[in-house]
């Protein structure tokens, strides 16, 4: 059974930095895109992150581009994200995503294993 396991979302202070970490168990990720997406109440996923398996190729989204950093390691089966600088636009609850291997990266219905999710609060 495939699980990732997203953790580190707290509230926390506009201007402050958090990282969340991601555990990815029953798949082994090391030749596949990881991403991060996050979602504020509403019904729609934004893109935030994404790395290729060697950690050659960042991606980020136009919101998050310069503040946040993707990290992995292949190792421990583990993805995580850098958030710096953070605005209270950032609250939302943050996810990290399997990708299926041959699709574009950016589109959330390329990505096959999502985990449950960690809440961010940035208060102003």
């Known amino acids: 059974q495939v699980q990732l396991v997203e953790s580190g979302g707290r509230l926390v202070q506009a201007g402050g930095s958090l990282r969340l970490s991601c555990a990815v168990s029953?798949?082994?990720?090391?030749?596949?895109?990881m991403a991060w997406f996050r979602q504020a109440p509403g019904p729609k996923r934004e893109y935030v992150a994404a790395?290729?398996?060697?950690?050659?190729?960042?991606d980020y989204g136009d919101s998050t581009k310069g503040r946040f950093t993707i990290s992995r390691d292949n190792a421990k089966n583990l993805v995580a994200l850098q958030m710096n600088s953070l605005k209270p636009e950032d609250t939302a609850v943050y996810y990290c995503?399997?990708?299926?291997?041959?699709?574009?990266?950016?589109?959330?219905?390329?990505?096959?294993?999502w985990g449950q999710g960690t809440q961010v609060t940035v208060s102003s």
């Open positions: 995503a399997i990708h299926n291997g041959y699709g574009h990266i950016r589109p959330m219905s390329e990505y096959t294993y």
């Open positions: 029953g798949f082994n990720i090391d030749r596949r895109y």
């Open positions: 790395i290729d398996w060697s950690s050659t190729y960042l």
